[in-house]
């Protein structure tokens, strides 16, 4: 497994930006393709977006497609989630998550190794 680190959440206004970023130690990251999930209170984590090993292809959540942006740095070993255009419904905590493949999935199952978490608040 690799060892995820989630940093960068916070609490924003809405209408604002914020960029999390995840970084990667231990299992070669370059080989794998990355995700981010959520949880809101009271509900199911959810799929928010996800990257192919090389950063050449994404998918992304109807919820995320044309506000957020994943892209990731392999010399760095870490991703980088840029959320604009936040909302209220946006509120909940963010998991960068390691899959187990190299293609991007929407398929929490696909996914193996899984950081603590980092909260994300907007204000109405």
């Known amino acids: 497994q690799v060892q995820l680190a989630e940093s960068g959440g916070g609490l924003v206004q809405a209408g604002g930006s914020l960029r999390l970023s995840c970084a990667a130690s231990?299992?070669?990251?370059?080989?794998?393709?990355m995700g981010w999930f959520r949880q809101a209170p009271g509900k199911e984590r959810e799929f928010v977006a996800a990257?192919?090993?090389?950063?050449?292809?994404?998918l992304y959540s109807a919820s995320a497609q044309g506000r957020l942006s994943l892209s990731r740095d392999n010399a760095k070993n870490t991703i980088y989630l840029r959320m604009n255009s936040l909302n209220p419904e946006d509120t909940a905590v963010y998991y960068c998550a390691g899959s187990l493949g190299s293609q991007p999935s929407n398929d929490s199952d696909q996914f193996e190794s899984w950081g603590q978490g980092t909260q994300v608040t907007v204000s109405s």
């Open positions: 990257i192919s090993w090389s950063g050449g292809g994404t």
């Open positions: 231990g299992r070669v990251f370059s080989n794998l393709a």
